[in-house]
């Protein structure tokens, strides 16, 4: 008898496991998971405008930098040359002697002409309309005038 009782003590113990096992399983409910996918909306909300931003202020200072190291550029080619380069060669002129140039002792850029932070061209005459020459970029709306990112950043 002992051997029925110890056999019936773990068949009871193997049922009592199995039902606790077959109760409420643990996890997440559905109103839980929204709670939480609402929690990181309103984050993202809040951060991804404020990461925006800053990718365009940086765009804004690169141009700005880029801007400053072609006009450094133009001012060792004046240097070299006596004048600064006319339009038609433009900012080319810094990278390939333009023909006809005898004191022309470039490259002085160490890398092809940049184009803006947005893909396009820098504009550049000479003589311009502020100084020797003019040197912009239309910033992020590409069209002349505009405030913040879309403000033309220019050499002068």
Same mark, same amino acid.
């Given at each position: 008898?002992?051997?029925?009782?110890?056999?019936?003590?773990?068949?009871?113990?193997?049922?009592?496991?199995?039902?606790? #096992?077959?109760?409420?399983?643990?996890?997440?409910?559905?109103?839980?998971? %929204?709670?939480?996918?609402?929690?990181?909306?309103?984050?993202?909300?809040?951060?991804?405008?404020?990461?925006?931003?800053?990718?365009?202020?940086?765009?804004?200072?690169?141009?700005?930098?880029?801007?400053?190291?072609? #006009?450094?550029?133009?001012?060792?080619?004046?240097?070299?040359?006596?004048?600064?380069?006319?339009?038609d060669?433009?900012?080319?002129?810094?990278?390939?002697?333009?023909?006809g140039?005898?004191?022309?002792d470039?490259?002085?850029?160490?890398?092809?002409?940049p184009?803006d932070?947005?893909?396009?061209?820098? %504009?550049?005459? #000479?003589?311009?309309?502020?100084?020797?020459?003019?040197? %912009? #970029?239309?910033?992020?709306?590409?069209?002349?005038g505009?405030?913040?990112?879309?403000?033309?950043?220019?050499?002068?």
């Amino acid at each position: 008898m002992d051997r029925t009782m110890e056999t019936g003590s773990r068949m009871a113990r193997t049922w009592m496991t199995k039902a606790k #096992s077959t109760g409420p399983q643990s996890g997440f409910t559905l109103l839980e998971l %929204l709670v939480v996918m609402v929690i990181i909306g309103l984050l993202a909300g809040y951060v991804a405008p404020r990461y925006f931003a800053q990718i365009g202020k940086s765009e804004v200072k690169a141009a700005k930098a880029q801007v400053d190291a072609l #006009s450094k550029a133009l001012d060792q080619y004046r240097l070299d040359t006596g004048h600064y380069p006319g339009t038609d060669p433009g900012l080319r002129a810094l990278v390939t002697k333009p023909a006809g140039e005898a004191k022309w002792d470039g490259p002085y850029l160490t890398k092809a002409v940049p184009q803006d932070p947005w893909g396009r061209a820098y %504009l550049y005459t #000479s003589p311009g309309s502020h100084g020797p020459y003019d040197l %912009l #970029s239309l910033g992020k709306d590409g069209a002349p005038g505009g405030s913040g990112e879309d403000a033309d950043i220019t050499s002068w």
